[in-house]
């Protein structure tokens, strides 16, 4: 089982970005895929999630209006395009994939907003 998430980087404020997670291992479209972040000092914060089907999303308020979550289930890939981004969004981002008992992350990768 593996989620290599990729695309972070440094931005600047009001920049974009676009992380990827590429999930093998296991049946990926039904499983509940979350992006997480932490930053230093800060505990774990979930910022968005998006339902096996890829229909339903939730999103942090945080990040509400700002980070789009999505799936492609033939590619196993889940995405978090970033816009807008500030230096408080600045932090190691997670790929999370759940179904039932089955819980796995990934390495994370980090984003840092910063002039």
């Known amino acids: 089982v593996q989620l290599v998430e990729s695309g972070g980087g440094l931005v600047q404020p009001g920049g974009s970005l676009r992380l990827s997670c590429a999930a093998s291992?296991?049946?990926?479209?039904?499983?509940?895929m979350r992006w997480y972040r932490q930053a230093p000092g800060k505990e774990r914060e979930l910022v968005a999630t998006?339902?096996?089907?890829?229909?339903?999303?939730n999103y942090a308020d945080s990040v509400k209006g700002r980070f789009t979550i999505s799936r492609d289930n033939a590619k196993n890939t889940v995405y978090l395009q970033m816009n807008s981004l500030k230096p408080e969004d600045t932090a190691m981002y997670y790929c999370?994939?759940?179904?039932?008992?089955?819980?796995?992350w990934g390495q994370g990768t980090q984003v840092t907003v910063s002039s």
């Open positions: 999370n994939g759940v179904w039932g008992n089955y819980d796995y």
């Open positions: 291992g296991f049946t990926f479209s039904i499983y509940v």
């Open positions: 998006i339902r096996s089907g890829g229909g339903i999303t």
